[in-house]
């Protein structure tokens, strides 16, 4: 059984191809309980849009170091970038080797397209994918690591980017995938191009999108994205504007005719990028003299010298312009900045605008740079000035700590031309008791417009004689607002220590600060028992999202996962906001798991939403058949309900579809109750075929309560996503398969988890493994253990302090030595300094002495990841070799937190496959796989 984990936020860029479309967009409005740069980023024309949905026995002691050779040549123009080879462990490219073909058929599987509605919801976009694992010449493309960000020099644009390979305009009545004679592809741009930044027009009736070289040979060279318009109701596309520049910002429609976006400056190219001088001018120097206390966490790809900074800024450098799409006219209306946002105001009429400013750091990344904030009008003129931020190097690491000044600067969604933003009254340090500790304001434009024209207008900020109202007021961290109308919003705000939520009713059109406040819900989040849910948003006429008020009155439409001990059953209810009740319309019942989306018909902006007819997007899945979306009506207060489907899309892996899928319930010896969800082969009898190796992957999280932690956050009744690295794939081999078992650590009151990490971490993984062999699933001798970034930390800890229950280890891409990560990692605050035992308590590293089972260790060389530098993987690995454990190091080139190329993922596979195999599986290795034979110096 191989125990693996990983993080959420780790997979994302391991979005599963092949797996069908789910629902994204406005449809419900929940809280940030960290606040978010900009809640409502592309809130403003944001399609309806659904994407790909879910696109870490001991043997005789030897050790071994697999360094795959960086990068091949890119093929000739029109060659496929995926082909299988017919022989599973035939070589792709010198070094790299293929997983079994049981499971190189489903990694390989073809993706399904993408789909964004138009705003008229009358056409949608099909949006075609390529194979969705990127050959290894892409990622081996120059890249350079500059302030946290990575950029590819010769598009001035952010590295490694996905795209599309066409777009067709489709009749909302069709069903997706729509077939050829209903799609109207859209034409005219070079046949080739790969196509990113897609976007409807907020009249529905042009297509925008950006155009690239593929760079392979025979193509046009690789230069900035050119930006297209189409027709919607012919297709034919035809050029707007070159050189997009792409780093921080992509481009904005301001109204129905009109785009603004980001352009390299003239002259400027990759050519003309600074050269390294060919000795140093001198030592690198940093300095605190003045003995500023700044902690910060291990960030990556940071600023190094000042040929760096001259980088930076060559490639960050842009200038403003809006394009009329009718006739092609550029205007410029902004000098060259470092400009990092552009954000239209929901009428079109004002820009809100961020750049960059020196000094610059050597310590944080770009996001901590001193910016400054400005109002525009939608010509280049300025309104007012909003915030001049300083470098932000003395953020406090505890959680919710945030920066000094104006932060979340944003358009409110129900107001034509409003902004509001919060300014932290502890100077963003929680640890300061005050109150408020948060203060939210507003600005109307369209005021502070007529106040700078007054001033004599001009760049002379006379909107700054406008005083911001103060809407409202928060004790804890505020984490945002979610606009409906003068009658209506909801302010939230929440604490990490104790996990508390506490939504505030407000009445924006009152005059006061917090007018006609009302506590709606003061509640723990971590307790999804009591999960009320989250209010579904409308279309404004803005093309924004506001709260959906039923039939005009104050009642709101919440869905929810429906957490029970049972499982999830997502609901839709109706809550009154006077009396608090609420009235079920909805619930999702076996043997199917369904969700609730968007509202589709809320076009008509004048009129409230009515339950009566309500239509809504809804998701449905088992756990044999992948998400499809239907489009449903509501009538008789939900009482009948009828549908028309929009997706209808095959089965990813049919080879799995009938494989056995059961969510288990076992207590720890503490008493806390834990599920894990156990897949078996298709046809597998444990009565008849015995136990199974196992392949057993989590991620443990901390909790505050034994009750939080306990609870039931799944449902038997939903479809198995595979990603291009997912455990699950194991299946196709014969074992068996525990995903996602629940290791909660937990730490009531002032506890704090990780001083008792290992205890909860080793009590957990033993009642599953235990749980799984009672069943008579499970061989206990054959149980592997692994993970992915934190769930590789796991991992090395349960294979050094559980070796009795795991026959071998599989970490990738982690962090073992804690002493490298200082002032703190994952969810603890302390610094090394604070709890120097427990940092080396839970260190890997500090236990090399004591593993006892094979390990093998991978690890991206390009890691993105704070904390998770290759340094560890391979500091660990010495360590372990120099105690004479077996283990295994492989390096993947050009790789990050998250793999990406075909070679490396199918690499990574074969690699994790015969480590099973052999150490913990049926044995099924391959003759060329390479081992150490003790008289090679452990390399390979």
């Known amino acids: 059984c191989v125990l693996m984990m990983h993080s959420a936020s780790c997979m994302r860029t391991v979005a599963s191809r092949q797996a069908p479309m789910a629902i994204l967009g406005a449809r419900s409005i929940k809280p940030c309980f960290a606040w978010p740069a900009s809640c409502t980023r592309h809130a403003r024309h944001a399609p309806w849009c659904m994407h790909a949905a879910p696109p870490e026995s001991a043997g005789h002691a030897t050790a071994a170091t697999v360094h795959i050779p960086p990068s091949v040549a890119p093929p000739a123009h029109g060659a496929s970038h995926a082909s299988s080879p017919s022989a599973p462990q035939q070589q792709q490219a010198s070094g790299y080797r293929l997983p079994p073909k049981e499971i190189l058929d489903i990694v390989d599987a073809e993706p399904q397209p993408g789909l964004s509605y138009s705003p008229d919801r009358t056409r949608f976009l099909q949006l075609f994918r390529p194979p969705a694992l990127p050959p290894i010449h892409e990622m081996a493309r120059p890249e350079l690591k500059l302030a946290g960000l990575r950029v590819d020099p010769e598009m001035f644009a952010r590295s490694k980017m996905g795209h599309y390979t066409g777009i067709a305009v489709v009749g909302a009545d069709q069903v997706v995938p729509a077939p050829a004679d209903k799609c109207m592809h859209i034409t005219g741009y070079p046949a080739g191009a790969w196509l990113n930044y897609a976007a409807w027009s907020p009249d529905s009736t042009r297509i925008s999108f950006t155009t690239r070289s593929p760079g392979a040979a025979g193509d046009p060279p690789r230069e900035p994205l050119a930006l297209w318009v189409a027709d919607a109701a012919t297709g034919v596309a035809r050029p707007l504007l070159k050189n997009l520049h792409t780093v921080f910002d992509d481009y904005s429609w301001l109204d129905d005719h009109h785009i603004v976006a980001c352009v390299v400056p003239a002259g400027v190219t990759a050519a003309s990028a600074p050269q390294r001088p060919p000795q140093p001018p001198g030592p690198r120097i940093q300095d605190n003299s003045t003995g500023r206390k700044s902690q910060n966490r291990t960030y990556p790809d940071l600023l190094k010298d000042e040929h760096d900074v001259a980088l930076f800024e060559h490639y960050g450098l842009s200038e403003i312009v809006v394009v009329d799409v009718r006739d092609g006219s550029v205007r410029r209306i902004a000098p060259k900045r470092m400009y990092s946002e552009v954000d239209v105001s929901p009428d079109g009429r004002y820009l809100l605008v961020s750049w960059l400013e020196r000094p610059y750091s050597f310590n944080v990344p770009c996001g901590r740079f001193p910016k400054r904030v400005q109002l525009w009008r939608a010509d280049g003129s300025l309104v007012r000035e909003m915030a001049a931020l300083p470098l932000a190097e003395d953020i406090p690491i505890a959680f919710n700590s945030t920066r000094k000044g104006p932060r979340g600067i944003d358009w409110r969604t129900d107001k034509p031309c409003e902004l509001y933003w919060v300014e932290a009254q502890d100077g963003g340090d929680p640890a300061v008791e005050v109150s408020p500790r948060d203060i939210v304001y507003t600005l109307c434009a369209d005021a502070a417009s007529a106040a700078a024209a007054a001033a004599g207008g001009g760049d002379g900020n006379g909107g700054a004689g406008v005083a911001p109202r103060v809407l409202a007021t928060t004790d804890l961290r505020c984490g945002g607002v979610a606009w409906g109308d003068d009658d209506l919003a909801i302010l939230y705000e929440s604490w990490w220590k104790t996990r508390r939520s506490v939504w505030w009713l407000i009445s924006p059109g009152k005059e006061g600060a917090n007018p006609g406040r009302e506590l709606l819900y003061d509640r723990n989040y971590e307790d999804v028992y009591t999960d009320p849910g989250s209010p579904l948003s409308r279309r404004t006429e803005w093309g924004t999202y506001v709260l959906a008020k039923v039939d005009g009155k104050r009642q709101l439409l919440m869905e929810g996962t429906g957490a029970t001990p049972e499982g999830n059953r997502p609901f839709l209810d109706l809550l009154d906001l006077g009396s608090r009740a609420t009235t079920r319309l909805w619930q999702s019942s076996s043997p199917f798991y369904e969700q609730p989306g968007s509202i589709m018909n809320d076009l008509d902006h004048t009129k409230p939403v009515a339950l009566e007819g309500l239509q809504l997007l809804l998701t449905r899945e088992s756990a044999k058949d992948p998400p499809q979306s239907y489009i449903v009506t509501l009538t008789d207060g939900g009482k009948s309900l009828t549908e028309r489907q929009v997706t209808n899309y095959p089965h990813p892996y049919p080879t799995l579809r009938d494989m056995q899928r059961e969510v288990l319930r076992y207590p720890r010896n503490d008493g806390v109750m834990l599920t894990a969800t156990l897949y078996t082969p298709p046809g597998y009898d444990a009565a008849r075929d ?107 800890n349960l294979v050094t302090h559980a070796p009795g229950t795991f026959a071998c280890g599989i970490a990738r891409t982690g962090a073992f030595n804690r002493t490298l990560t200082p002032f703190g990692f994952q969810n603890e605050e302390r610094t090394l300094w604070q709890a120097a035992d427990v940092y080396a308590r839970m260190s890997p590293f500090m236990s090399a002495d004591k593993v006892t089972r094979p390990l093998l260790l991978i690890h991206g060389e390009d890691d993105n990841n704070p904390g998770t530098f290759p340094l560890q993987s391979e500091r660990y690995y010495h360590a372990l070799k120099g105690h004479g454990a077996t283990c295994r190091l492989v390096l993947l080139p050009h790789e990050s937190h998250g793999y990406r190329a075909r070679e490396s993922i199918m690499h990574t596979l074969y690699e994790m496959d015969q480590w099973v195999e052999k150490y913990a599986g049926f044995g099924r290795t391959d003759p060329d796989y390479h081992v150490d034979s003790g008289d090679e110096g452990g390399s390979a």
């Not at 449902?715 to 291009?724: L, M, N, Y």
């Not at 957990?764 to 069943?775: F, H, I, M, N």
Request: one cysteine or more; charged letters at 20%.
């Open 690 to 796: 015995g136990p199974l190796p196992c392949v057993f992957w989590a991620y443990p999280r901390e909790f505050k309560s034994k009750d939080a932690a306990g609870q039931m956050r799944r449902s038997p009744h939903q479809f198995t996503s595979i990603g291009s690295t997912s455990p699950t794939l194991w299946v196709a081999r014969g074992y068996a398969v525990l995903d996602g078992p629940t290791l909660p650590i937990v730490a009531e009151g002032q506890e704090e988890p990780n001083d008792t990490f290992l205890e909860q971490l080793t009590a957990g993984a033993q009642a599953c493994v235990d749980e799984c062999v009672r069943r008579g699933i499970v061989d206990p001798k054959r149980v592997s253990v692994g993970g992915h970034s934190y769930g590789a930390f796991m991992a090395a």
